[in-house]
């Protein structure tokens, strides 16, 4: 009787290269190449790699708004820029200097690409809710990987969210779609991302209950 193999077809022949990929998606601010232009295919490819994530509540729900006109560009850089401000204000705390930095040429970005679900959020409660942003927000973070992986920097920023209404004139969103996160997007250059200073999985995985640690 022929042994069974432990082989899986479909697993990843390189695992290292997958792992550093998602170990270093990093929100990239600084040393971006704002001349450099995002080409057309590479957006699309890396959107078809974000519709590939698990979906929930609305299904494929998800739709991908690429900015690249100047005029609208700054636009939503004005709201952003606007949005951090009375956020540092509201909370007493200064605005980092990676973020002063973006702030200061985001309307000279390449791109934008705004998240957004095309379903109004339920008002059922808790569970419905997670539902509904359990369902954009991985194909969100599979975008930011595949564009990580071709050598462009991304800015995960919610930050928008809070001003649905104005992003809605720009982009023409249509009544009841909502805007998750906007991911500000240029190849990135003379930057090595590194894993970030983190807590141990030990730290922060329980075995079987809350505050119980793993099994040595």
């Given at each position: 009787?022929?042994?069974?193999?432990?082989?899986?077809?479909?697993?990843?022949?390189?695992?290292?290269?997958?792992?550093?990929?998602?170990?270093?998606?990093?929100?990239?601010?600084?040393?971006l190449d704002f001349a450099r232009p995002v080409e057309r295919k590479?957006?699309?490819?890396?959107?078809?790699?974000?519709?590939?994530?698990?979906?929930?509540?609305?299904?494929?729900?998800?739709?991908?708004?690429?900015?690249?006109?100047?005029?609208?560009?700054?636009?939503?850089?004005?709201?952003?820029?606007?949005?951090?401000?009375?956020?540092?204000?509201?909370?007493?705390?200064?605005?980092?200097?990676?973020?002063?930095?973006?702030?200061?040429?985001?309307?000279?970005?390449?791109?934008?690409?705004?998240?957004?679900?095309?379903?109004?959020?339920?008002?059922?409660?808790?569970?419905?809710?997670?539902?509904?942003f359990g369902s954009i927000l991985p194909a969100a973070w599979s975008?930011?990987?595949?564009?990580?992986?071709?050598?462009?920097?991304?800015?995960?920023?919610?930050?928008?969210?809070?001003?649905?209404?104005?992003?809605?004139?720009?982009?023409?969103?249509?009544?009841?779609?909502?805007?998750?996160?906007?991911?500000?997007?240029?190849?990135?250059?003379?930057?090595?991302?590194?894993?970030?200073?983190?807590?141990?999985?030990?730290?922060?995985?329980?075995?079987?209950?809350?505050?119980?640690?793993?099994?040595?």
């Amino acid at each position: 009787m022929p042994e069974h193999s432990n082989h899986n077809p479909e697993q990843p022949s390189d695992l290292a290269k997958i792992d550093n990929v998602l170990a270093t998606a990093r929100s990239v601010r600084r040393h971006l190449d704002f001349a450099r232009p995002v080409e057309r295919k590479v957006i699309l490819d890396c959107v078809n790699i974000a519709a590939q994530a698990p979906v929930g509540l609305g299904g494929e729900s998800w739709r991908f708004v690429v900015v690249q006109k100047a005029a609208a560009k700054a636009r939503l850089a004005a709201l952003y820029r606007d949005s951090l401000q009375q956020l540092a204000e509201q909370r007493g705390i200064e605005i980092k200097p990676t973020q002063q930095a973006l702030i200061g040429r985001l309307h000279e970005i390449p791109a934008m690409i705004l998240v957004c679900n095309a379903l109004p959020p339920p008002d059922e409660g808790l569970p419905t809710q997670v539902a509904y942003f359990g369902s954009i927000l991985p194909a969100a973070w599979s975008l930011m990987l595949a564009l990580r992986a071709r050598g462009i920097g991304a800015t995960w920023t919610s930050l928008l969210a809070s001003r649905q209404a104005e992003v809605a004139e720009i982009i023409d969103m249509p009544q009841g779609a909502v805007l998750t996160v906007m991911l500000p997007i240029a190849y990135a250059k003379g930057t090595k991302l590194k894993r970030a200073q983190r807590l141990d999985a030990r730290e922060i995985a329980f075995w079987n209950r809350w505050g119980q640690p793993p099994p040595d």
